[in-house]
């Protein structure tokens, strides 16, 4: 029997998927069961992947080609009535070899500019850091293995929504640091894909471990878990949930739920997240309208975004230096106008309640969006 698929390489570009190592002597119960359904999905995408010789003529006319890409910005932040300049870069490197191996990596130069007293103008240090490399090999079209550091899937934002072209409001969600690490990512290996489940919808998965290094900036700890969701392509809409088990000091479990909507006749995105540890609880939920629709001066609102958002936040049993001390309550609305593809201007305030006192937060910032091709696609 022979098999015919199409070139996965480009399609995972696109999603800019996560990788991790494995740690060694793990014999915790946990490690035990959560081994050997990974071993088996590894063995049966190996073994769904080995038949998959011939191709059609379309693929073998494209040769994938590295790909420099990632964002800058400049964001300006009042927050309390403290001044803030934040410049950033955030190049990633995407490098195919051959049809089904890819190592990517993404790194970002920073710094926070503060006002220093006794001294004139802002100063601050460049902070720089390796967010993740890994190496990912497409097995099939149903599983994709990553080994390496990669981005810990737990819920939605750390993944598809952190880099600052994407996110809607500058801002982090008061509860974006649950269940993603100390650096946002893991290091270990993982599995994920998705699949056609029903005529009317689909669903996505990731199951990962992460090992302890306590290596900085690429410090991670040690755990296990994983996320899954149901896509409904007619309705636009997706739900899911996250589950971790934590494999060091308390051992205890977080878990969360997301909802991702954009209605099929407006331009509308809704986003909303929950979590839920023992570190702290929150949500958020938040909703950007694109005026597209709006009769008068087209050219201009077609081109401008309102979005608001509304979280909360609970401390819980361990506190966290993530996290913010004290039960928090925060409403954010913005406007942002996109120049061209990939360039925008963005502005928001936000107004945030707290045993500790109430304040002000205002953001102003212009991100970029860049892609330069490494070689050109052509021929074998």
Not at 111 to 138: C, N, P, W
């Amino acid at each position: 029997m022979q098999f015919t698929i199409v070139n996965p390489v480009p399609t995972l570009v696109r999603r800019l998927r996560k990788g991790g190592l494995p740690c060694n002597g793990c014999t915790h119960p946990w490690i035990r069961a959560l081994a050997v359904p990974f071993v088996l999905l590894l063995l049966i995408s190996i073994f769904f992947a080995l038949p998959v010789a011939a191709q059609t003529g379309q693929d073998e006319e494209v040769k994938p080609v590295p790909l420099l890409t990632g964002s800058t910005g400049f964001i300006t932040t009042s927050d309390g009535g403290d001044p803030h300049l934040h410049p950033i870069v955030t190049p990633l490197v995407l490098v195919p070899i051959g049809q089904r191996w890819l190592f990517e990596t993404r790194a970002t130069f920073e710094t926070d500019m503060v006002q220093v007293s006794g001294r004139s103008g802002f100063h601050g240090t460049v902070e720089k850091e390796v967010e993740y490399a890994q190496l990912d090999f497409i097995a099939n079209p149903y599983v994709t293995v990553t080994v390496g550091r990669f981005l810990t899937p737990f819920g939605i934002f750390n993944e598809r929504l952190y880099p600052v072209w994407i996110r809607n409001l500058q801002s982090d969600p008061l509860i974006l640091p649950i269940g993603i690490g100390p650096s946002n990512a893991s290091t270990g290996a993982m599995l994920r894909g998705g699949f056609k489940a029903h005529p009317k919808f689909n669903i996505n998965y990731a199951a990962y471990f992460s090992a302890l290094s306590t290596v900085t900036p690429a410090d991670s700890d040690r755990f296990a878990g994983g996320r899954a969701g149901i896509f409904v392509p007619g309705a636009r809409l997706e739900v899911g949930g996250s589950f971790q088990h934590g494999l060091q000091d308390t051992r205890s479990n977080a878990f969360g739920f997301h909802v991702i909507w954009q209605p099929p006749a407006l331009p509308l995105d809704i986003r909303s997240e929950y979590m839920r540890s023992i570190v702290g609880s929150g949500y958020w939920a938040e909703a950007a309208y694109r005026l597209s629709q709006v009769p008068f001066l087209q050219n201009e609102l077609r081109r401008t975004q309102v979005v608001a958002r509304m979280q909360q936040f609970f401390v819980g049993e361990n506190a966290s230096v993530a996290l913010l001390p004290v039960n928090t309550k925060q409403f954010e609305f913005g406007l942002n106008y996109y120049f061209i593809d990939g360039l925008k201007a963005s502005s928001n305030y936000g107004r945030q309640f707290s045993p500790g006192g109430n304040k002000n937060v205002w953001t102003m910032s212009l991100t970029y969006r860049f892609v330069v091709p490494l070689g050109h696609a052509g021929g074998e």
